[in-house]
């Protein structure tokens, strides 16, 4: 049996703060279950 495994990191720049940081976004994908996890 074959499994898949992706992960993706992004940026929300919609929700930027006033001294200009911002969150980093990380989806996992297993087998085409989906997680999110912020940092």
């Known amino acids: 049996m074959r499994s898949t495994f992706k ?3 992004y940026i929300n ?4 703060k006033a001294d200009g ?3 980093i ?3 996992i994908t297993i087998d ?3 997680t ?3 940092t």
Not at 13 to 16: D, G, H
């Open 13 to 16: 720049r919609q929700k930027t």
């Open 7 to 9: 992960i993706l990191f």
């Open 21 to 23: 940081n911002t969150a």
């Open 32 to 34: 085409g279950k989906n």
């Open 36 to 38: 999110a996890i912020t």
């Open 25 to 27: 976004l990380c989806r």
